[in-house]
């Protein structure tokens, strides 16, 4: 009894070391790429990756078509300009996951988003310039 559940323990602790590893995205091809957000694509799988390809800190599946990636980024541009709420820690959601969203104007007459996935606190930064190039993509 005692080698039997050892063996559950030791293919339990596998399983879950296997679900914690992180994908790898060096084989997908990157379309767009602004500081440390790259758009990559495999196909039809239209993904966000936030870091480093290798080991990403945050991926967002975007969708499986141009036109659904121009749709949610022309839906989070909607959210970020909407001038009803606050520039500072805006709940928004993009692509199902919520995210914190603060408005920064720059000098150069670009609004950069300091952007917070509330879930696994990672932060990353976008200009409106570069959301505006990720709905045009090639």
């Known amino acids: 009894m005692k080698k039997l559940l050892l063996c559950v323990v030791v293919i339990a602790l596998s399983a879950i070391t296997l679900l914690a590893q992180k994908a790898d995205y060096t084989k997908y091809d990157v379309i767009a790429q602004a500081n440390d957000v790259s758009i990559v694509v495999k196909g039809n799988d239209y993904r966000m990756v936030v870091g480093p390809l290798k080991k990403p800190k945050t991926v ?9 990636v121009a749709q949610r980024f ?3 541009l909607e959210q970020a300009d909407n001038k009803n709420y606050s520039k500072k820690n805006r709940p928004i ?5 919520n995210l914190q969203l ?12 300091d952007i917070l996935r509330e879930d696994n606190n990672v932060k990353f930064k976008l200009n409106k310039s570069n959301l505006v190039g990720f709905i045009d993509l090639p």
């Open 102 to 113: 603060t408005a920064i104007d720059s000098k150069a007459e670009d609004v950069i988003y």
């Open 93 to 97: 959601t993009f692509c199902g996951v």
């Open 60 to 68: 967002f599946l975007l969708g499986h078509s141009k036109d659904q």
């Open 74 to 76: 022309k839906q989070f």
